[in-house]
Structures are given as C-alpha cells and as structure tokens.
C-alpha cells in the first residue's frame, strides 16, 4: 500500500485555476470511486472539500471540482483566491480489506 | 456538529507504547459511522493508521498492523489507539476522525503532537 502520487507544488494567480493530479493503481483510485480531497492550512486539521470523486460536503464552494479518469485523480480549484493557499491532499479506498491511502500532498501557492 | 477532541502524552519513551483517547461529541460513538486514526510527521504528509466500528470491528494499516490496537468505549463516548514499540519515527501529530461518507474521513479532531524521544 503506497502512497499516492501528487505533484510538489502547483501555483496560480488570483482568478485563475489550477489542478492538482493524484495518481494511484487500479487496486486504489482506479478501482473505486471513493476518491477525497483535502486542504490543510498551516497548523490546521485537514479538511475535506471533495468526497467520492466529485461531490462536495456542504459549505464547500463550487470552485472547488473533482473527477477522475483511469488511476488519475483530479482537483480543479477555479477562480482562485489568497484563502485556497494551503495543502493539498488526495485519499482513496484501497482495497478488499477497507484500507486507505492518502496522497504525497500539493502546496498550491496563490502568486 | 460532531467534534473530535484527542488527549494524550505528548512524549513517549523510544520502545514505549503511545496511547491516544478521542472524545467525541455531539453525536454518538455507536452511530453508523467508522472512527478513524490519521498520523502526519512534521513537515509531512497523511498516513492513515486504521479505523474502528461501534461494535469493535476494525481495520489497521499493514505497516503498522503489528503495533497497533484500537478500542471503543460506548459509555464514555470515545475510542482509542494504542502503538506499542514506537521509535523516532513515530513522532507525529495523530489525529483521530470520523468517516461520515463511505470509506471517507468527514471530521477531524485538532490533533496532538505525540514526539518520541528519551
């Protein structure tokens, strides 16, 4: 069970959009669509922002998108603002055996 | 609102056995819900350590499978994690959550740094 692949780094201006890729196998994010998204701002608790693939929980704004396509993931934040400074985190159910796996995570940088 | 509130030593002996309670509240522990435990190193990223059901079904992370045990306390309203041997590289900020959607952490405590050091 490996973590799954994130870019570093991603970086926008305001009011542009960025996206973020998260790449797992076939027993992970291709197998299943309970792919989540995740911001952490600095000291904070992560928070989720896109659940099975591309819903988002309540409160979350439509800015914030998801999708997926063979074992790649996808967030698409739009219109970015100072506030979507922050990182990201990709996670997926992996497996048979009710296992997780997160990704490597992806400091997106509001320039 | 369900809140998630973690306790615990903040330093542990290196060959020790970290312990971790969450409390939680405003919802119930035998909800249908599973409770999760998440690590993340400083300056690292999430590892997802196992979860638990109301009922004591659980599953663990196979790299950690070997140290870990999570139990549920249905009166008190919270659960916990034990990790016995730990060493250096157990030093983290652990938190605990709640998988509200399907195989999907919802809710997240504050997390508490754990350092293992002598």
């Known amino acids: 069970q490996s973590a799954l692949t994130q870019p570093p780094s991603a970086s926008g201006s305001p009011g542009q959009s960025v996206t973020i890729s998260c790449t797992g196998t076939?027993?992970?994010?291709?197998?299943?669509?309970?792919v989540s998204w995740y911001q952490q701002h600095p000291g904070k608790a992560p928070k989720l922002i896109i659940y099975?693939?591309?819903k988002r929980p309540s409160g979350v704004p439509d800015r914030f998108s998801g999708s997926k396509s063979g074992n790649t993931a996808s967030l698409t934040v739009s219109g970015l603002q100072a506030e979507d400074e922050a990182d990201y985190y990709c996670?997926?159910?992996?497996?048979?055996?009710?296992?997780?796996?997160f990704g490597t995570g992806t400091k997106v940088t509001v320039l | 609102q369900v809140q998630l509130q973690e306790s615990g030593p903040g330093l542990v002996k290196p060959s020790g056995t970290l312990s971790l309670t969450c409390a939680v509240s405003?919802?119930?522990?035998?909800?249908?819900?599973?409770w999760s435990w998440v690590r993340q190193p400083p300056g690292k990223g999430l590892e997802w350590i196992g979860e638990?059901?109301?009922?004591?079904?659980?599953n663990y992370n196979p790299s950690l499978k070997s140290r870990v045990t999570m139990s549920v306390d249905k009166s008190k309203n919270q659960f916990s994690l034990n990790l016995s041997s730990v060493t250096a590289a157990d030093t983290a900020v652990y938190y605990c959550?709640?998988?509200?959607?399907?195989?999907?952490?919802?809710?997240w405590g504050q997390g508490t740094l754990v350092t293992v050091s002598s």
């Open positions: 959550a709640r998988s509200g959607y399907p195989y999907t952490v919802d809710y």
């Open positions: 405003g919802g119930s522990i035998t909800s249908s819900n599973w």
């Open positions: 638990i059901y109301h009922g004591g079904n659980t």
């Open positions: 076939s027993s992970d994010v291709g197998g299943y669509n309970y």
């Open positions: 099975e693939v591309n």
């Open positions: 996670g997926s159910h992996a497996g048979s055996n009710n296992l997780r796996v």
